[in-house]
């Protein structure tokens, strides 16, 4: 009888941990967010605050984004590099866009994360949510 009773304990617990084990993936995620443009003697100063919640540390990371001007039309794609990403922590990158009128950006998308060490392949992409805290729409 205390053989099935710990058969039937241990089968509990390996169901709970596979329960919380798929909760902590389905949260997994990196956040980007668009928080700031502001006007530079070389362009366009561009503000992003990372948050890594993803289940490993990123050791380096680099987004290829595309900017669309005020003809909604891509201005330019260009590959910004983040660095690295802590687990849990927020980070705060800026990048001074040459050339770049704040006021025609219109719009930003994250095509692609051709550099993500770290996590597993695709793991990143999958993971990402945008927002942004300013009127230029930021997607991923």
Request: with cysteine; glycine share 6%; aromatic share 6%.
């Amino acid at each position: 009888m205390t053989g099935r009773f710990a058969a039937v304990a241990a089968g509990m617990v390996m169901a709970v941990s596979g329960i919380c084990q798929a909760q902590d993936a389905a949260t997994a995620k990196l956040d980007v967010e668009l928080n700031a443009l502001a006007p530079s003697q070389k362009g366009c100063m561009m503000t992003f605050v990372a948050e890594n919640n993803l289940q490993t540390p990123i050791n380096k990371i680099s987004f290829e984004l595309a900017f669309f001007n005020d003809k909604n039309a891509v201005d330019r794609i260009t590959v910004l590099d983040f660095r690295d990403l802590p687990q849990g922590k927020k980070r705060v990158r800026q990048f001074d866009m040459p050339n770049v009128k704040c006021d025609t950006v219109t719009r930003i998308i994250i095509n692609d994360t051709p550099v993500c060490d770290g996590p597993a392949t695709g793991e990143c992409m999958k993971g990402l949510v945008t927002r942004s805290q300013i009127s230029v729409p930021f997607e991923g």
